[in-house]
């Protein structure tokens, strides 16, 4: 026997560093400082949270957080509050007005003149329900609390009283309520989430805040409610607290109710019957429910662009689903209150332009700067020492370039955009370096200043943004899962400088910061229409209210496309309180039911039909137009931007006082038709708004969006095509392998948690030395000790016979995957399970299983509710799911085993739009228990170690693998290693092994065991000796009761390879898509080692792989930080059992 060589570990350690390095960058996903210098076709915002939905950038002062549930965590400026310990906040008696207001500088939303009609909401109480509050901000004050709703404690006990709420405290006159919700006051942790939000809507700071100008919301004299609620005990029992909530905040007497959080692509048909309930509840009562839109932007998140081929890409989900809520997605206005830098220009003028600070530079101080290129050289820093360091953005990491700078000895870094429009990024926080972002154009202008100092002045000013006017990038787009449009109004939400915990000020950006302002706007109107309109009901007010406020809101238009922001991004356009408070008209649907038009499935020529409200004394005379556009596609892709198309010409209309009037236009998009089915080949979108005008060369008076579907909408298809039809081996998720298409490699190495999404079947591989361990009566199979463990894959998919760490599909001549089965109870390809990536979301999921003749055999349980997979990114859910109840194991209704043969196994579904039809995924599965033969006997050579086996298996499917396997002990493991058969089908057997210190290990011949699979699973083995010995009449079996001499009772369709099995001769292995036969090796002898984990003392045979540790429905009650957290560990150790793996694969030759 020849002795193995010496396996080369030379570069482990740089393996395992590198491993660890791109751990510690994962685990970062939570975390919400931009670390890294973003492509220029993305927004360098934080990663959307599962739950909350801000999408926050701090202040210069702070570490950015977002908005998330305690499951989820949450990076915050300072240590979290508790509550006991703080004394409370005094309320102030006198006005703070010595100090101007952030909304004195800039009001893009033109608040002020609404606040003087309101009152600034003296007299009315406001709730926010959020995930936690410091509920004694200096912020909370009331300027006069004679004018306050309640006066004292005691009026609030009165009221709690009289609606039988027994719990929730009084803390001060601003804050006259408050409640966790989740843990029922108990053990409360502040964030400062809630806190942001309240003082956007409600706040009244001291004019002591050491900010330069004072923090108001748009409803400072308002009192406030704040009710906790977070994620506690899953996603049904979320919802029936923030519902309870939401009854109180009525009872309590709540104008408007502030929710800015949500769960992305849920839908509103889903949420429980008392949490729609509420918001009915809450409608009746005349009290408006605000809620942010979402910043998960659209199906695929922010890295990836949503596919052409199927256009319901929308991930608004709840609670800004519900058709009674007012939904606001977030837009960046063309000015805005921002740090300044000067410098002078050539001739010899000061330009201003605004900064992004992290850690501030010395104001009112002259700098000298040095142009360093992109940073990424050391050359770049030669002239930068004392001096800021110029940098423009790309090649690297921020926090690498301003670690480069430092290194340097740069003072500072400025840091300029590649790209003409984007919007401000807040650099990270590197060793309290001064830093700066700035936009591309100040960027050029300082490199080509010869100068080369800047001032960074002491006072923010309001300057335009390098942008212009844009809709977020984060900012969810509608339609909602259950095909209903929404958003509905778009507020700023970027850089929202509001109140953070620990009498603390910051900026924020979010569609969680766009709601607070249009609730406080839907608050301050209500108040007015008290007075305007007595005569009303409240539910009454609210109705009208909701209409004129998405009437007067302006559509906004964007510059660089030429048309306006599709209304699925931004709904009815950017909320105007003025122009609400003046309006006298509005505008609905033709049932007067909404301010928006939902034409649903629309053909090449429609009509849009709205009707014209005017609440006057006079006739009112306009004139109206319709923009007709679509998406905008850029390749496979939409491009997330408008393409315009046509617009009517300007027509004249009169509406009679305190009268209504229709208008229908007619619409004509045949033209576009086949340029745009070309792109858009499943249909597209045909909208626009109607916009009127008191002249047409004045400013919009009001406006409404329409939204028409060409096509089917409804039965789009709710599933992506299985990975096996894939001609390039890819899906939306998942990225082929350039050198093999068919590789899908089974979930042994963790990080395949995120790279393995697509549709598929999956199943399990067993190895033989654990079926062996179980047969051998260890029933406790966690006890097993074996360097092998079980492993998911997916059906079809076989491993090369020489490296196991890698699986391919293998296909019969037809094309199809060779799906396969053996359901003896061993553990090894016993089952399959359906795993999908779901482009819609869909109910009623059931999976059966058909024979030949069509008959159904076996059916699942029903999963009611599927959510789509709008993003991969661990955060908020995977590109796939995985459903534990579709599991076949290969048993009728009765639980018996079905005969051998092939049948079709079909996933079943009906998208929740309405009009959807079922739909339905079939896979062929061929279930075979028939057990190899083996030989009986062989001989053995001491010349060359050769062992020759006196006949081939016989077996009714193909071989899959044909080996030796050796076992010993490589400190206290058992370790197996492999023995692939010579070219003329001998062994060439090792004398010794080599342990992983680079010790040897003699072999006996009892070591070795003669093994073989077929591509159904069934295994059978023998011990050599026995070969030798020629005893193997009746060799050892896997855990089918079926004996190798025994025919099966019923025989399999024929395969690809023709065999059928009631013919036991030699089979040939069909060959998979690389060209290589599973279980054949272009080697000769090759020994593969099949180390999975060394690190472990004990066997891992039936640790589930994290894979299957996901969810398994789209239920997301799971803890998704445990659940990041056990994908990340398990991933380290899978890939660096894979890194063990490679390095351990040994191969002899003659």
């Known amino acids: ?629 679509t998406d905008k596609v850029d390749g496979k892709h939409f491009a997330l931007a408008p393409k315009a198309l046509y617009e009517t010409s300007w027509q004249k209309i009169t509406i009679p006082a305190n009268s209504s009037k229709q208008v229908t236009v007619p619409i004509d998009a045949s033209r576009f038709s086949k340029d745009l089915l070309a792109q858009m080949k499943n249909g597209y979108f045909l909208e626009g708004f109607v916009r009127f005008k008191q002249d047409p060369t004045k400013e919009e008076l009001m406006s409404i969006p329409y939204i028409g579907f060409r096509g089917d909408f409804g039965n789009l298809s709710a599933l992506e095509k299985p990975i096996y039809d894939s001609k390039d081996g890819s899906s939306y998720y998942h990225e082929a392998n350039s050198d093999a298409k068919d590789q899908l490699d089974g979930d042994g190495l963790q990080f395949y948690a995120l790279k393995n999404n697509f549709t598929a079947l999956t199943t399990e591989s067993n190895p033989w030395t654990i079926i062996k361990a179980v047969k051998e009566g260890v029933e406790n199979i966690e006890d097993i000790e074996s360097s092998e463990i079980t492993e998911t894959i997916f059906a079809g998919t076989f491993a090369k016979q020489d490296d196991d760490s890698h699986y391919y599909i293998h296909r019969h001549a037809n094309g199809k995957p060779y799906a396969a089965i053996s359901p003896n109870g061993d553990g090894n390809r016993d089952y399959v399970q359906f795993q999908g990536t779901f482009l819609r979301n869909a109910k009623n999921l059931v999976a059966e299983v058909l024979d030949k003749e069509g008959n159904v055999v076996w059916t699942s349980e029903v999963t009611e509710q599927v959510v789509k997979n709008y993003n991969n990114d661990l955060a908020s859910t995977l590109g796939s799911t995985r459903f534990e109840k579709t599991r076949w194991d290969g048993k009728d209704k009765d639980g018996k085993v079905v005969a051998n043969g092939t049948y079709t196994y079909r996933v079943r579904y009906t998208p929740i739009s309405s009009g959807a039809k079922e739909q339905h995924t079939d896979f062929d599965v061929i279930v075979d228990n028939t057990t190899p033969e083996v030989a009986t006997s062989a001989t053995f050579s001491t010349e060359d170690s050769r062992l020759t086996l006196a006949s081939k298996p016989k077996t009714s499917q193909p071989v899959y693998r044909e080996r030796i396997a050796y076992t010993y002990m490589d400190e206290d493991l058992p370790t197996t290693e492999y023995i692939s058969p010579n070219e003329d089908g001998t062994f060439t057997l090792p004398e010794e092994a080599e342990t992983m210190e680079g010790a040897t290990v003699p072999l006996k011949m009892s070591d070795f065991t003669y093994v073989v699979e077929d591509m159904t699973g069934n295994i059978t083995y023998t011990p050599v000796t026995k070969l030798l010995e020629g005893h193997s009449n009746k060799p050892e079996q896997d855990g089918s009761d079926q004996a190798p001499d025994k025919k099966p009772e019923a025989k399999p369709e024929q395969d690809g390879s023709g065999q059928t099995p009631d013919k036991k001769k030699e089979t040939k292995p069909e060959k998979d898509s690389s060209g290589q036969t599973p279980g054949k090796t272009p080697q000769k002898g090759q020994s593969s080692r099949t180390l999975e984990k060394r690190s472990s003392k004990r066997a891992l045979a039936t640790k589930a792989s994290t894979r299957d540790q996901l969810p398994t429905t789209n239920d997301k009650d799971t803890n998704r930080l445990h659940l990041l957290k056990l994908v990340m560990t398990t991933f380290f150790l899978g890939l660096a059992a894979h890194i063990f793996k490679t390095k351990r694969q040994k191969e002899t030759k003659k």
């Open 1 to 629: 026997m020849r002795k193995k060589q010496k396996l080369p570990f030379d570069k482990l350690a740089i393996a395992l560093i590198s491993t660890s390095i791109l751990l510690n960058a994962q685990s970062d996903i939570k975390a919400n400082t931009v670390t890294e210098d973003t492509p220029a076709t993305e927004q360098a915002v934080e990663p959307p949270q599962p739950i909350a939905v801000s999408e926050e950038s701090r202040s210069s002062k702070e570490t950015k957080t977002s908005q998330t549930p305690s499951d989820v965590g949450e990076t915050v400026a300072d240590d979290a509050n508790d509550l006991a310990p703080q004394a409370p906040a005094k309320t102030a008696d006198t006005p703070a007005t010595s100090k101007a207001t952030i909304r004195d500088l800039n009001d893009p939303s033109h608040v002020k003149t609404l606040q003087e009609k309101a009152g600034k909401g003296a007299g009315t109480v406001v709730a926010v329900i959020d995930a936690g509050f410091d509920k004694n901000h200096e912020a909370w004050r009331l300027t006069d609390k004679t004018k306050a709703r309640y006066q004292s404690k005691e009026n609030l006990e009165k009221a709690k009283k009289e609606h039988g709420i027994t719990y929730g405290e009084w803390v001060n006159d601003k804050v006259a309520y408050y409640h966790d919700y989740s843990k029922d006051g108990k053990n409360a942790v502040d964030q400062e989430h809630g806190t942001h939000v309240s003082g956007i809507l409600s706040g009244n700071a001291p004019s002591e805040m050491k900010e330069p100008y004072r923090l108001e919301g748009a409803m400072p004299e308002a009192q406030l409610l704040l009710m906790r609620v977070e994620i506690v005990n899953g996603l049904a029992d979320y919802a029936r607290n923030y519902a309870q909530a939401i009854r109180d905040a009525v009872n309590l007497g709540a104008k408007v109710i502030n929710m800015s959080f949500g769960n992305a692509a849920l839908a509103y048909a889903n949420l429980p019957d008392e949490t729609k309930k509420a918001f009915d509840y809450a409608k009746s009562k005349g009290v408006s429910i605000v809620t942010s839109a979402g910043n998960d932007s659209s199906f695929g998140g922010k890295p990836r662009l949503p596919l052409a081929d199927h256009p319901d890409y929308g991930v608004v989900g709840t609670p800004a689903a519900a058709d009674s809520t007012l939904t606001v997605a977030s837009y960046s206005p063309d000015k805005q209150l921002t740090e300044t830098a000067t410098v002078k220009t050539d001739d010899h003028q000061d330009k201003e332009m605004p900064v992004i600070s992290t850690n501030r530079f010395e104001p009112n101080k002259a700098y000298d700067y040095a142009y360093a290129n992109r940073g990424t050289k050391e050359d770049d820093f030669k002239d930068v020492e004392g001096k800021i360091a110029l940098i423009e953005r790309g090649d690297i990491d921020f926090k690498d370039k301003i670690a480069n700078a430092k290194k340097a000895g740069a003072v500072g870094v400025l840091i300029y955009d590649n790209q003409d429009k984007g919007f401000p990024i807040e650099l990270p926080n590197v060793d309290q370096m001064p830093a700066a972002f700035i936009s591309r154009r100040d960027g050029l202008l300082l490199k080509d200043n010869p100068p080369k100092t800047i001032t960074f002045n002491a006072t923010p000013k309001v300057l335009p943004t390098a942008s212009g006017t844009k809709l977020s990038r984060f900012s969810s787009w509608g339609l909602t899962a259950d095909g209903n449009i929404k958003p509905d109004i778009a507020a700023p939400g970027q850089d929202i400088l509001s109140s953070v915990a620990n009498n603390k000020y910051a900026k924020l950006s979010g569609t969680s910061m766009s709601a607070p302002l249009v609730a406080g706007i839907m608050g301050l109107l209500q108040k007015q229409y008290e007075t305007q309109y007595p005569d009303m009901t409240p539910s009454e007010r609210l109705d009208l209210a909701k209409k004129v406020l998405m009437s007067s809101a302006t559509a906004l238009y964007d510059e660089d496309e030429k048309a306006y922001f599709s209304p699925r991004q931004q709904g009815a356009g950017a909320v105007d309180a003025k122009k609400a408070s003046a309006a006298t008209m509005y505008v609905t649907d033709k049932d007067n039911t909404s301010s928006k038009v939902h034409l649903n499935n629309v053909s090449d020529k429609f009509e849009v039909t709205v009707t014209v409200h005017n609440k006057s004394d006079k006739p009112q005379e306009l004139y109206y137009q319709v923009t007709v556009q």
